[in-house]
Protein backbone atom coordinates (compact mmCIF):
# COMPACT_ATOMS: atom_id res chain seq x y z
CA UNK A 1 0.00 0.00 0.00
CA UNK A 2 1.18 3.61 -0.59
CA UNK A 3 0.90 6.43 1.35
CA UNK A 4 1.51 10.27 1.83
CA UNK A 5 2.79 12.31 4.30
CA UNK A 6 2.63 16.04 4.28
CA UNK A 7 4.64 17.26 7.49
CA UNK A 8 3.24 20.43 7.40
CA UNK A 9 -0.33 21.45 7.87
CA UNK A 10 -0.45 25.22 7.63
CA UNK A 11 2.54 27.64 6.41
CA UNK A 12 2.76 31.04 6.83
CA UNK A 13 4.59 33.01 4.40
CA UNK A 14 5.60 36.93 3.68
CA UNK A 15 4.63 38.15 0.06
CA UNK A 16 7.93 37.86 -2.35
CA UNK A 17 9.33 35.27 0.27
CA UNK A 18 10.46 31.66 -0.70
CA UNK A 19 8.36 28.75 0.15
CA UNK A 20 9.12 24.86 0.57
CA UNK A 21 6.00 22.74 1.05
CA UNK A 22 6.85 18.99 2.36
CA UNK A 23 5.86 15.43 0.89
CA UNK A 24 7.17 12.22 1.72
CA UNK A 25 5.39 8.83 0.28
CA UNK A 26 5.93 5.26 1.05
CA UNK A 27 6.03 2.61 -1.78
CA UNK A 28 7.22 -0.42 -2.63
CA UNK A 29 7.23 0.17 -6.37
CA UNK A 30 7.70 3.31 -8.62
CA UNK A 31 5.39 5.73 -8.65
CA UNK A 32 4.01 8.56 -10.48
CA UNK A 33 3.99 11.75 -7.83
CA UNK A 34 1.56 15.00 -8.34
CA UNK A 35 1.09 18.13 -7.08
CA UNK A 36 -2.66 19.33 -6.64
CA UNK A 37 -3.74 22.75 -5.44
CA UNK A 38 -7.03 23.81 -4.02
CA UNK A 39 -8.82 27.53 -3.97
CA UNK A 40 -11.07 28.82 -1.84
CA UNK A 41 -14.09 26.93 -3.11
CA UNK A 42 -13.03 25.21 -6.39
CA UNK A 43 -11.53 22.18 -7.01
CA UNK A 44 -8.52 20.56 -7.74
CA UNK A 45 -6.22 22.07 -10.33
CA UNK A 46 -2.91 20.13 -11.23
CA UNK A 47 0.35 22.10 -10.13
CA UNK A 48 2.90 19.82 -11.67
CA UNK A 49 3.50 16.25 -11.94
CA UNK A 50 6.72 13.94 -11.95
CA UNK A 51 6.32 10.55 -14.31
CA UNK A 52 9.83 10.10 -15.64
CA UNK A 53 13.43 11.42 -16.48
CA UNK A 54 14.52 14.96 -14.85
CA UNK A 55 14.18 14.63 -11.08
CA UNK A 56 13.07 18.55 -11.62
CA UNK A 57 9.77 19.05 -12.52
CA UNK A 58 8.61 23.23 -13.16
CA UNK A 59 4.88 23.73 -13.42
CA UNK A 60 2.47 25.67 -13.63
CA UNK A 61 2.68 29.51 -12.06
CA UNK A 62 6.04 29.38 -10.77
CA UNK A 63 6.12 26.46 -8.52
CA UNK A 64 8.71 23.23 -9.33
CA UNK A 65 9.47 20.07 -7.16
CA UNK A 66 11.71 17.43 -6.88
CA UNK A 67 11.55 13.93 -6.84
CA UNK A 68 13.98 12.46 -4.17
CA UNK A 69 13.94 8.83 -4.71
CA UNK A 70 16.80 7.69 -2.01
CA UNK A 71 14.18 10.13 0.58
CA UNK A 72 11.30 9.33 -1.09
CA UNK A 73 10.32 12.87 -1.11
CA UNK A 74 8.42 15.58 -3.68
CA UNK A 75 8.81 19.08 -1.92
CA UNK A 76 7.13 21.48 -3.89
CA UNK A 77 9.25 25.22 -4.33
CA UNK A 78 8.55 28.78 -5.54
CA UNK A 79 11.27 31.03 -5.43
CA UNK A 80 9.15 34.01 -4.28
CA UNK A 81 5.61 33.82 -3.69
CA UNK A 82 2.55 36.13 -4.22
CA UNK A 83 -0.60 36.50 -2.86
CA UNK A 84 -2.72 34.80 -4.59
CA UNK A 85 -0.48 31.61 -3.96
CA UNK A 86 -3.16 31.47 -0.84
CA UNK A 87 -4.60 27.97 -1.10
CA UNK A 88 -4.49 24.34 -0.06
CA UNK A 89 -1.90 22.45 -1.73
CA UNK A 90 -2.09 18.68 -1.91
CA UNK A 91 0.62 16.02 -2.81
CA UNK A 92 -0.35 12.99 -4.61
CA UNK A 93 1.49 9.44 -5.26
CA UNK A 94 0.33 6.87 -7.61
CA UNK A 95 1.72 3.46 -8.41
CA UNK A 96 1.05 0.64 -11.17
CA UNK A 97 0.07 -1.65 -8.07
CA UNK A 98 -2.77 0.12 -7.00
CA UNK A 99 -4.05 0.53 -10.79
CA UNK A 100 -6.39 -1.23 -12.73
CA UNK A 101 -7.51 -1.87 -16.02
CA UNK A 102 -5.41 1.56 -17.14
CA UNK A 103 -6.52 3.80 -14.39
CA UNK A 104 -4.23 5.41 -11.87
CA UNK A 105 -5.65 5.45 -8.58
CA UNK A 106 -4.56 8.64 -6.59
CA UNK A 107 -3.77 8.58 -2.88
CA UNK A 108 -3.72 12.32 -1.23
CA UNK A 109 -1.65 13.60 1.53
CA UNK A 110 -3.63 15.29 3.96
CA UNK A 111 -3.09 18.82 2.44
CA UNK A 112 -0.66 21.84 3.17
CA UNK A 113 -2.75 25.30 3.46
CA UNK A 114 -0.31 27.77 2.63
CA UNK A 115 -1.12 31.80 3.35
CA UNK A 116 0.54 34.43 2.25
CA UNK A 117 1.39 37.34 4.00
CA UNK A 118 1.22 41.01 2.93
CA UNK B 1 -7.82 17.76 -21.07
CA UNK B 2 -11.31 17.79 -19.88
CA UNK B 3 -14.11 20.27 -18.12
CA UNK B 4 -16.01 18.96 -15.92
CA UNK B 5 -19.05 20.97 -14.10
CA UNK B 6 -20.99 19.55 -11.13
CA UNK B 7 -24.53 20.02 -9.92
CA UNK B 8 -25.51 21.24 -7.50
CA UNK B 9 -22.59 23.75 -6.52
CA UNK B 10 -23.90 23.20 -2.89
CA UNK B 11 -26.87 22.14 -0.93
CA UNK B 12 -28.18 22.08 2.46
CA UNK B 13 -30.26 18.70 3.26
CA UNK B 14 -32.23 17.46 6.28
CA UNK B 15 -31.30 14.11 7.86
CA UNK B 16 -32.81 10.92 6.16
CA UNK B 17 -33.19 12.27 2.52
CA UNK B 18 -31.00 11.58 -0.16
CA UNK B 19 -29.11 13.68 -2.53
CA UNK B 20 -28.05 13.07 -6.19
CA UNK B 21 -24.74 15.03 -7.50
CA UNK B 22 -23.93 14.53 -10.94
CA UNK B 23 -21.00 15.07 -13.28
CA UNK B 24 -21.02 16.21 -17.08
CA UNK B 25 -17.61 16.09 -18.91
CA UNK B 26 -16.82 17.96 -22.19
CA UNK B 27 -15.73 14.91 -23.75
CA UNK B 28 -15.31 11.14 -23.73
CA UNK B 29 -13.74 9.45 -20.88
CA UNK B 30 -13.43 5.93 -19.60
CA UNK B 31 -12.34 6.07 -15.98
CA UNK B 32 -14.88 8.64 -13.59
CA UNK B 33 -13.94 8.55 -9.80
CA UNK B 34 -15.85 10.02 -6.94
CA UNK B 35 -14.16 11.38 -4.10
CA UNK B 36 -15.10 12.76 -0.72
CA UNK B 37 -13.31 15.29 1.12
CA UNK B 38 -14.51 16.16 4.68
CA UNK B 39 -13.70 19.68 6.55
CA UNK B 40 -10.59 20.19 7.08
CA UNK B 41 -9.16 16.68 5.39
CA UNK B 42 -8.02 15.08 2.14
CA UNK B 43 -9.71 13.91 -0.40
CA UNK B 44 -10.50 9.90 0.15
CA UNK B 45 -11.67 7.90 -3.09
CA UNK B 46 -15.08 6.74 -3.03
CA UNK B 47 -15.37 4.67 -6.22
CA UNK B 48 -14.28 4.33 -9.74
CA UNK B 49 -16.78 4.26 -12.33
CA UNK B 50 -16.38 2.90 -15.74
CA UNK B 51 -19.14 2.92 -18.39
CA UNK B 52 -20.82 -0.64 -18.80
CA UNK B 53 -19.65 -1.68 -15.77
CA UNK B 54 -20.71 -1.85 -12.08
CA UNK B 55 -18.45 0.83 -10.02
CA UNK B 56 -15.73 -0.29 -7.74
CA UNK B 57 -16.36 0.65 -4.14
CA UNK B 58 -13.14 1.48 -1.78
CA UNK B 59 -12.92 0.17 1.55
CA UNK B 60 -15.43 1.74 3.94
CA UNK B 61 -17.49 2.63 0.94
CA UNK B 62 -20.92 0.38 0.05
CA UNK B 63 -23.36 0.67 -2.68
CA UNK B 64 -26.31 1.40 -0.95
CA UNK B 65 -24.75 4.12 0.85
CA UNK B 66 -23.05 5.75 -2.38
CA UNK B 67 -24.85 4.57 -5.84
CA UNK B 68 -23.60 5.33 -8.62
CA UNK B 69 -24.52 5.65 -12.10
CA UNK B 70 -22.79 5.91 -15.30
CA UNK B 71 -24.96 5.34 -18.05
CA UNK B 72 -22.21 6.97 -20.86
CA UNK B 73 -19.04 8.28 -21.60
CA UNK B 74 -19.72 11.96 -20.18
CA UNK B 75 -21.92 11.21 -17.51
CA UNK B 76 -22.03 9.85 -14.07
CA UNK B 77 -24.27 10.79 -11.14
CA UNK B 78 -23.46 9.68 -6.99
CA UNK B 79 -26.05 9.54 -4.98
CA UNK B 80 -25.78 10.19 -0.99
CA UNK B 81 -28.03 8.19 0.53
CA UNK B 82 -30.17 8.20 4.47
CA UNK B 83 -27.63 11.37 5.04
CA UNK B 84 -26.66 11.89 8.74
CA UNK B 85 -24.22 15.00 9.46
CA UNK B 86 -21.56 13.01 9.07
CA UNK B 87 -22.62 12.65 5.39
CA UNK B 88 -21.17 17.27 5.04
CA UNK B 89 -18.38 16.81 2.58
CA UNK B 90 -16.77 18.22 -0.56
CA UNK B 91 -17.68 15.37 -3.37
CA UNK B 92 -15.51 16.15 -5.93
CA UNK B 93 -15.54 13.38 -9.05
CA UNK B 94 -12.36 13.41 -11.71
CA UNK B 95 -11.69 11.54 -14.66
CA UNK B 96 -9.09 10.36 -16.78
CA UNK B 97 -8.77 10.89 -20.42
CA UNK B 98 -6.90 7.53 -20.94
CA UNK B 99 -4.82 9.47 -23.34
CA UNK B 100 -1.05 10.55 -23.08
CA UNK B 101 0.80 10.72 -19.75
CA UNK B 102 -1.55 9.93 -16.29
CA UNK B 103 -3.67 12.81 -15.18
CA UNK B 104 -7.10 13.28 -13.21
CA UNK B 105 -8.94 16.38 -14.03
CA UNK B 106 -11.06 17.49 -11.45
CA UNK B 107 -14.85 18.77 -11.28
CA UNK B 108 -15.16 21.90 -8.90
CA UNK B 109 -17.15 19.88 -6.13
CA UNK B 110 -20.23 19.82 -4.69
CA UNK B 111 -20.70 21.04 -0.82
CA UNK B 112 -23.03 19.40 1.13
CA UNK B 113 -24.16 20.24 4.47
CA UNK B 114 -26.59 17.70 6.02
CA UNK B 115 -28.24 18.83 9.40
Known amino acids: AQSVTQLDSQVPVFEEAPVELRCNYS??????LFWYVQYPNQGLQLLLKYLSGSTLVKGINGFEAEFNKSQTSFHLRKPSVHISDTAEYFC????????????????FGKGTKLSVIP | SAVISQKPSRDICQRGTSLTIQCQVDSQVTMMFWYRQQPGQSLTLIAT?????????ESGFVIDKFPISRPNLTFSTLTVSNMSPEDSSIYLCSVETGTGPPEQFFGPGTRLTVL
Open chain 1, 27 to 32: SSVSVY
Open chain 1, 92 to 107: AVSDLENSGAGSYQLT
Open chain 2, 49 to 57: ANQGSEATY
